[in-house]
């Protein structure tokens, strides 16, 4: 579905994302965990999800965009969400806090499952937080189960597994 149908189409654009976008991703990784309440993860846990860091460093990312694809939301020129994914799997999906419930994260996931139509895959995965598990759902994925996650320095923190079947057309 273009971006047009979904939303003011001169405002919202989707492009690859580029190495100079790293820390501006790494920023709107923090904000996205930072505004989540303690409700399904400790404040440790969160603390530990955002690698402990109060300030952006893309270099994490950059080492992901070698193996990882990287698509950015934009508005304007201000790069406001992104999602990234190797073939069938989404690895990470964040929202600006600022810019959340506008459909931003709904335009992201379909264009992951787009990709992978177009490269006849018929079953997406993806790994969604507690917070992030009735968004999916929402959007046709379905629970597969839940399983542990581990985040740096051994937290350990439930997620649960998900999957989508595509329609290849």
Known sequence: ???S???NANEISLRPAVEKDAWVLSAIHIAAIKALPATFYTHKELLAWRNYREKPDGSKILKSMKTETFWVAVEGDIVIGFASFIVDEL???YVHPSYQGKGIGRILVQHFCN???A???DKVLT???LYAEGFYLRLGF???KRAPHYLRTNVVVPVTKMSKTLTIS
């Open 1 to 3: 579905m273009p971006v």
């Open 5 to 7: 149908e979904t939303m």
């Open 91 to 93: 690895i990470g999906l």
């Open 115 to 117: 990709e992978a139509i």
């Open 119 to 121: 490269q006849g895959i």
């Open 127 to 129: 790994t969604a937080s």
């Open 142 to 144: 379905t629970a597969i």
